[in-house]
């Protein structure tokens, strides 16, 4: 089972640009996380929200979740070829369900 | 941070064969671990949860019969798939998660792995 849509799907900017990616999710829930995943590897865990919180920041990440919409959104910003990856958004309780996935392409 | 760790990390197999995968937790004991699995492209699906001394439960649509899992111990489990096919090819992750004494939903993924099946 998935928790909802990730949008956009996939996104393809230049080095130095900020990255916006949404997410959106279909039920209650205790927290939301944001994972990323290198091309055929495991996934990294970035950030944890609160439901209880609006917006997070962690080095250039900064999370936003918006529970009366249903709604995460993360920013990346400076982005660097490095950061070319998977970003899943990810719903947190007993089981942990993953979004569909944004696939960011940072061009040096 | 806590450390999962899946072994083989690959494996190339016949269709008609069984194959093991182990989750292992290296430095806490997890009561509870899930397996997910992943298609090119695509995002994680839950395939099921695997509770220590107990059966698994498993998501809708994803075959018991074929997906074995077995929660033998606090830091194992193993998911076998049975005689696989081509269509089971994918990349297999495992999550164990953490008790802590405030319940804080900490899950931590092994690094995964890739099934090919010939």
């Known amino acids: 089972s998935q928790q909802g849509e990730e949008d956009p799907q996939a996104l393809s900017i230049q080095e130095g640009e900020n990255a916006t990616m949404n997410c959106s999710y279909k039920?209650?829930?205790?927290?939301l996380q944001w994972y990323r995943q290198n091309s055929g590897r495991g996934l990294v865990h970035l950030i944890l929200?609160?439901?209880?919180?609006r917006e997070k920041h962690s080095g250039r990440l900064r999370v936003t979740l918006d529970t009366s919409k249903k709604s995460s959104s993360l920013l990346i910003t400076a982005s660097r070829a490095a950061d070319t990856a998977s970003y899943f958004c990810?719903?947190?309780?007993?089981?942990?369900?993953f979004g569909a996935g944004t696939r960011l392409f940072v061009k040096a | 941070g806590a450390v999962v760790s899946q072994h083989p990390s690959r494996v190339i197999c016949k269709s008609g064969t069984s194959v093991k995968i182990e989750c292992r937790s290296l430095?806490?004991?997890?009561?509870?671990m899930f397996w997910y699995r992943q298609f090119p492209k695509q995002s994680l699906m839950l395939m099921a949860t695997?509770?220590?001394?107990?059966?698994?439960?498993?998501e809708q649509g994803v075959e018991k019969d074929k997906f074995l899992i077995n929660h033998a111990s606090l830091t194992l489990s193993t998911l076998t798939v049975t005689s696989a096919h081509p269509e089971d090819s994918s990349f297999y992750i495992c999550?164990?998660?953490?008790?802590?004494?405030?319940?804080?939903?900490?899950?931590?993924f092994g690094p995964g792995t890739r099934l090919t099946v010939l």
């Open positions: 999550s164990a998660r953490k008790p802590q004494v405030v319940q804080s939903d900490t899950q931590y």
């Open positions: 039920t209650s829930i205790n927290n």
């Open positions: 929200i609160r439901s209880n919180e």
């Open positions: 990810a719903t947190g309780g007993f089981k942990t369900i």
């Open positions: 430095d806490f004991q997890a009561t509870t």
């Open positions: 695997s509770n220590e001394g107990s059966k698994a439960t498993y």
